[in-house]
């Protein structure tokens, strides 16, 4: 398959070309990164190696009204590096992840912006059975690892006693327009905004986060078992405030 660009699409993006031999189907950027979108997505799904017998685990539906008023969380909104034990409620957890990055339109469209219409950011929960892979296009946790790695995702001592660390990861195979010592920086932007996202859901439902990047990248990569092209951008830790 060829892709070209061309201009004229009525959402003011370059178009794309796609033939085949003779045949030519024209369509928009959007839509042509939602395809290739698509197909990169099943593979990364298919990274991670499946926990022992893990099957995925799916989320109750997202409450998607009701909380804080907007300004009254970004009042509230910090960080806080001490926490409960106290695990989150399955509920409580679907919510704060389809607030990070889950699909808010029919067209797969997520609450975070991202780069170029192209999603290079992988959201992954480590608690204490294991480390899961977040699916927001069925809104489930896909099992990566059977162990507890909290320990690994940070150099302070309360990344291993709060019940979530989520982890950030990025594909460098799908910034193929970035060059290779370029992709972080793209990468960050994009986990800066689920991490904001995060702060906003804790600070309406009284929960703790810190976004962080006092990160072993190396060793946590070799824990998760990472492929040679994604790479850990930053981490954030949630539960509920110590006391």
């Not at 409960?84 to 975070?112: E, F, I």
């Amino acid at each position: 398959m060829t892709i070209c660009t061309r201009r004229g699409d009525s959402d003011g993006s370059p178009g794309i070309i796609a033939g085949a031999g003779s045949s030519r189907l024209t369509m928009s950027r959007r839509t042509a990164a939602a395809l290739l979108l698509g197909g990169a997505a099943l593979a990364a799904v298919g990274l991670p190696a499946p926990a022992a017998g893990g099957e995925p685990r799916a989320l109750p539906s997202p409450r998607k009204s009701g909380g804080m008023p907007l300004m009254e969380a970004l009042s509230k909104r910090r960080s806080t590096r001490e926490f409960s034990a106290r695990p989150l409620p399955a509920q409580v957890l679907s919510d704060l992840l389809w607030a990070a990055y889950g699909v808010n339109r029919p067209s797969g469209d997520r609450t975070a912006p991202y780069w170029r219409h192209i999603m290079v950011i992988d959201v992954y929960a480590a608690m204490a059975d294991g480390v899961w892979l977040y699916d927001p296009s069925r809104h489930a946790l896909v099992p990566s690892l059977a162990d507890d790695i909290r320990a690994q995702t940070g150099l302070q001592e309360f990344v291993a006693q709060a019940p979530l660390d989520l982890v950030y990861v990025a594909h460098g195979e799908r910034m193929r327009d970035v060059a290779e010592e370029e992709r972080r920086l793209y990468a960050s932007v994009d986990t800066g905004f689920i991490g904001q996202n995060v702060y906003l859901f804790c600070a309406s439902e009284g929960l703790a986060t810190v976004f962080r990047g006092a990160v072993d990248y190396a060793k946590l990569a070799a824990a998760m078992r990472l492929e040679a092209s994604a790479f850990v951008t930053f981490a954030q830790t949630v539960g509920y405030p110590k006391g």
